[in-house]
């Protein structure tokens, strides 16, 4: 049985209502690594930071036909039906979603020095809570609160519903942001919460186009956030004729939109590859070994080589990455390549003098082939216009953002699902206007979980079919509850 639950708020996850008091505390400065960190940067050649991403969609299979059936968890419908396809995992990626807790006070118990970066997204939380999966929540609550616990686990913020920022409208992806932060506050606290000063974008797309890149920057900053995770092959350098001093340093990335705003914000840059393959094994440890210190803002420091991935999805996470975590812990624990969380290294950084004036600016990619044709201020029209001239003369070029692969547009190919998206995201907005409907009123919560679980990547990723289905049932009943309660 599900015991009373702090996050939920008649029976729906607290997404809303107590910006006034979540988002101060927010923007509050000051370290919170740094002054408990064991590590001596002095003696520091190069270090490693890995993060796990973890996330399960909502979906309205509970039981019955589409029209009705209740919205629970992935998860727990794989729990309920491991017969079909892989779901016979489904008891390891509950596991999987919990054993950090395990691993990390085993290890500080050995006297070790884990570090991992954690990235759960809203409807994996909630799901977890609906199928009653209060242990694994207990863990994370104690890797998020517990002092001994926390020095060696950073929480990244994400969008709630796991929507990818490139092509979910844009009043729409500040509002899964402050939705993640509310949830999060609710269920680990605000002093956990004031913690958060990263963030890890959803499928790590990153938006090109310039006004959605603007506000995709400015809404981080505008949450409290002091650096992003973005993927190598998604920016590119504003001045090419720079040195560049590889991808292992922090970078600063700017966005200037089509009336001249700017927005930057501070930039980790994960490297390609077979994400899971890389974590599970460890291999950014193993090249970080490898690096010796480089010349970051004029003078000698340490490199950080930083990767995400999965933190169930296949059977390297599921198997591998456990021995192998706890094998690499043990060998880097006190010596010249440790592992460290990004916040941590900034921290030492900083301490070490370095300051964000130092970091090498960078853009979001195909910009540069923009600003080549108009100029930041000359507005909206002539920034469209110039995006259709670069289109005219290279097929390849885009304004649909990057991800973790190149390969795949979050667009093109999804108008079916994209199309109701975008009506019933219209229709949200409209309602609320002229209802004067408040973001703590239970109508306004309910209308936007619905709208949010509309916009999860799932239902784009996995193309068409029953995810299609999916996403069409979620935005008839987002546009059911706007007609009939606004």
């Known amino acids: 049985m599900v015991r009373s639950a702090p996050e939920l708020v008649d029976g729906w996850p607290d997404v809303c209502g107590?910006?006034?008091?979540?988002?101060?505390?927010?923007?509050?400065?000051?370290?919170?690594?740094?002054?408990?960190?064991?590590?001596?940067?002095?003696?520091?050649?190069?270090?490693?930071?890995?993060?796990?991403?973890?996330?399960?969609?909502?979906?309205?299979?509970?039981?019955g036909p589409l029209e009705t059936a209740p919205i629970i968890g992935n998860l727990q419908y794989m729990m309920e039906n491991q017969h079909i396809g892989d779901n016979h995992n489904a008891p390891v990626f509950r596991w999987c979603y919990r054993r950090m807790g395990e691993f990390i006070p085993a290890l500080l118990d050995e006297g070790r020095r884990p570090r991992v970066m954690l990235d759960y997204s809203g409807t994996l939380l909630w799901g977890l809570r609906q199928m009653g999966a209060d242990d694994v929540l207990d863990a994370l609550r104690a890797l998020a609160t517990d002092p001994r616990l926390r020095q060696a686990v950073e929480w990244l913020g994400t969008a709630w519903g796991h929507a990818v920022a490139p092509s979910t409208p844009v009043r729409d992806f500040r509002l899964h942001v402050g939705a993640w932060r509310h949830h999060f506050a609710a269920l680990f606290g605000r002093e956990a919460l004031a913690r958060v000063r990263g963030f890890s974008p959803p499928e790590m797309a990153l938006p090109n186009h310039p006004d959605v890149a603007y506000e995709f920057v400015r809404t981080l900053l505008d949450h409290g956030y002091e650096w992003v995770l973005v993927q190598e092959h998604t920016?590119?350098?504003?001045?090419?004729?720079?040195?560049?001093?590889?991808?292992?340093?922090?970078?600063?990335?700017?966005?200037?939109?089509?009336?001249?705003?700017?927005?930057?914000?501070?930039?980790?840059?994960?490297?390609?590859?077979?994400?899971?393959?890389?974590?599970?094994?460890?291999?950014?440890?193993?090249?970080?070994?490898?690096?010796?210190?480089?010349?970051?803002?004029?003078?000698?420091?340490?490199?950080?080589?930083?990767?995400?991935?999965?933190?169930?999805?296949?059977?390297?996470?599921?198997?591998?990455?456990?021995?192998?975590?706890?094998?690499?812990?043990?060998?880097?624990?006190?010596?010249?390549?440790?592992?460290l969380n990004a916040t941590e290294y900034l921290e030492l950084l900083r301490a070490d003098g370095w300051t964000p004036a130092d970091a090498p600016e960078v853009r979001p990619v195909h910009q540069g082939r923009i600003w080549a044709r108009v100029r930041p201020g000359d507005g909206p029209e002539r920034l469209a216009a110039a995006i259709e001239e670069a289109r005219r003369e290279d097929a390849r070029f885009h304004m649909e953002g990057g991800s973790w692969t190149s390969n795949i547009s979050w667009v093109r190919g999804y108008e079916a699902v994209l199309g109701p998206i975008?009506?019933?995201?219209?229709?949200?907005?409209?309602?609320?206007?002229?209802?004067?409907?408040?973001?703590?009123?239970?109508?306004?919560?309910?209308a936007l979980v619905h709208l949010m679980l509309c916009q999860t990547s799932c239902f784009r990723y996995w193309g068409q079919g029953i995810w299609t289905d999916y996403a069409r049932e979620l935005c008839r009943r987002t546009e059911e509850i706007l007609r009939r309660e606004f």
């Not at 690594?33 to 490693?48: K, L």
């Open 235 to 339: 920016i590119e350098p504003i001045d090419p004729s720079a040195p560049r001093p590889g991808p292992h340093v922090p970078h600063r990335l700017v966005c200037v939109d089509s009336t001249g705003r700017r927005a930057e914000i501070l930039a980790f840059v994960k490297t390609q590859g077979s994400d899971t393959k890389l974590v599970g094994q460890m291999q950014p440890w193993y090249e970080a070994r490898s690096l010796r210190r480089w010349t970051i803002g004029g003078r000698p420091r340490p490199p950080l080589v930083t990767q995400i991935s999965d933190g169930e999805n296949g059977g390297v996470m599921m198997n591998e990455f456990p021995p192998k975590y706890f094998e690499v812990v043990r060998e880097a624990s006190g010596g010249p390549y440790p592992l």
């Open 422 to 446: 975008e009506r019933v995201s219209a229709l949200f907005h409209e309602r609320m206007t002229a209802s004067n409907a408040r973001p703590n009123e239970p109508r306004y919560r309910r």
């Open 18 to 63: 107590r910006e006034e008091e979540l988002f101060p505390t927010a923007v509050e400065r000051g370290p919170v690594f740094g002054p408990e960190s064991s590590v001596d940067f002095s003696r520091v050649e190069a270090a490693c930071a890995i993060a796990l991403h973890m996330h399960q969609p909502q979906i309205p299979a509970g039981g």
